[in-house]
């Protein structure tokens, strides 16, 4: 069974840092696209950032660009999202996909992934 854990998930204060990780198992991420989405209290899910396979180019959610960076260590069978300047409005679970169709694109629609991790909870309060 192909299976993604999410970790380091948590409490932050507005402003704070936060880095998720997201690790495969009985599957190799190469050949992935993988991406990361949030949903937040009574909210749709939805896609901030994601990254190809081969070149590992990134796009964002215009709300997290310039906040979030996610990345890939294909060596390790990991992907990471470093999250920079969180707000409130950040809260919620998020959780990290991978999609094995697409080759040299990714895309935010979560409709397209076809594994996903169980999701971890990110907390911004005071």
């Known amino acids: 069974q192909l299976q993604l854990v999410e970790s380091g998930g948590g409490l932050v204060q507005p402003g704070g840092s936060l880095r998720l990780s997201c690790t495969a198992s009985n599957f190799t991420l190469d050949d992935y696209a993988l991406a990361w989405f949030r949903q937040g209290p009574g909210n749709k899910r939805e896609g901030l950032a994601c990254v190809t396979s081969k070149d590992s180019r990134t796009h964002y959610k215009d709300s997290v660009k310039g906040r979030f960076t996610i990345s890939r260590d294909d060596m390790k069978n990991t992907m990471s999202l470093q999250m920079e300047s969180l707000k409130v409005e950040d809260t919620g679970v998020y959780y990290c996909?991978?999609?094995?169709?697409?080759?040299?694109?990714?895309?935010?629609?979560?409709?397209?992934?076809?594994?996903w991790g169980q999701g971890t909870q990110v907390t911004v309060s005071a």
């Open positions: 996909a991978a999609d094995y169709g697409m080759v040299g694109l990714c895309v935010l629609t979560q409709y397209t992934y076809d594994v």
